[in-house]
């Protein structure tokens, strides 16, 4: 197991924007630091168990039937072009960043966040390119995949911080409405921009 490479794969996929990212970031900038807590730790213990729970069963089941992994990028890219609409036509107030209940104004909470990964498009491409990548016959393959899963505990998640550091310093500059709608706009935007590899990918398969 390459273990340089896995550290790099790790650092590199964790720190660049995606949808958990962007989505952190935003909170940040809507509730603050403490209040945004659970939904990070929900992405990042959500992301970690979701690597265990694909590694050592779920990639079975999708080399059986691929088509799954298909239609749940399909729900993943709905879901998140659902949440970028939100994003961008929230009122300059605090997002309404509760997707289960219209009425409530607060963060996502540890459980959504957590849930959320599995409809995460970039969180698939990562999981399953460091698996399909970095695991080799040369030990056993559960003990590769326990790796994986604490490489990205310990590296992933002060990427995250990073992400939740940013809302939260420019919380103050976007007390203004105007920054705040300009902002959400922008992340609203870069959010689907994310998507547009999924999406090609997608095209290709269905070509």
Same mark, same amino acid.
């Given at each position: 197991?390459?273990?340089?490479?896995?550290?790099?794969?790790?650092?590199? $996929?964790?720190? $660049?924007?995606?949808?958990?990212?962007? %989505?952190? %970031?935003?909170?940040?900038?809507?509730?603050?630091?403490?209040?945004?807590?659970?939904?990070?730790?929900?992405?990042?213990?959500?992301?970690?168990?979701?690597?265990?729970?694909?590694?050592?069963? %779920?990639?079975?089941?999708?080399?059986?039937?691929?088509?799954?992994?298909?239609?749940?990028?399909?729900?993943?890219?709905?879901?998140?072009?659902?949440?970028?609409?939100?994003?961008?036509? #929230?009122?300059?107030?605090?997002?309404? /960043?509760?997707?289960?209940?219209?009425?409530?104004?607060?963060?996502?909470?540890?459980?959504?966040?957590?849930?959320?990964?599995?409809?995460?498009?970039?969180?698939?491409?990562?999981?399953?390119?460091?698996?399909?990548?970095?695991?080799? $016959?040369? %030990?056993?393959?559960?003990?590769?995949?326990?790796?994986?899963?604490?490489?990205?505990?310990?590296?992933?998640?002060?990427? $995250?911080?990073?992400?939740?550091?940013?809302?939260? /310093?420019?919380?103050?500059?976007?007390?203004?409405?105007?920054?705040?709608?300009?902002?959400?706009?922008?992340?609203? #935007?870069?959010?689907?921009?994310?998507?547009?590899?999924?999406?090609?990918?997608?095209?290709?398969?269905?070509?």
């Amino acid at each position: 197991m390459e273990y340089s490479a896995l550290i790099l794969f790790t650092i590199a $996929t964790s720190i $660049t924007p995606g949808p958990n990212n962007l %989505m952190i %970031m935003t909170s940040g900038v809507n509730y603050g630091f403490r209040r945004s807590l659970p939904h990070l730790l929900g992405i990042d213990i959500g992301f970690v168990l979701m690597i265990i729970g694909v590694g050592l069963g %779920m990639s079975q089941l999708f080399a059986q039937v691929p088509q799954l992994l298909i239609w749940l990028k399909v729900i993943g890219i709905i879901y998140l072009s659902y949440l970028a609409y939100r994003i961008a036509t #929230s009122p300059t107030k605090p997002l309404v /960043a509760d997707v289960l209940d219209e009425m409530k104004h607060k963060p996502l909470s540890f459980l959504q966040a957590a849930l959320f990964q599995w409809v995460n498009p970039k969180a698939w491409i990562m999981i399953v390119g460091a698996i399909v990548t970095y695991t080799n $016959t040369s %030990m056993d393959y559960s003990l590769q995949v326990a790796i994986i899963a604490l490489f990205f505990l310990c590296l992933g998640t002060p990427c $995250t911080f990073v992400w939740l550091g940013f809302g939260t /310093a420019l919380k103050r500059y976007l007390a203004n409405p105007l920054h705040l709608k300009i902002f959400n706009i922008v992340m609203a #935007s870069l959010l689907l921009l994310s998507l547009l590899p999924v999406v090609l990918e997608l095209v290709e398969i269905t070509k």
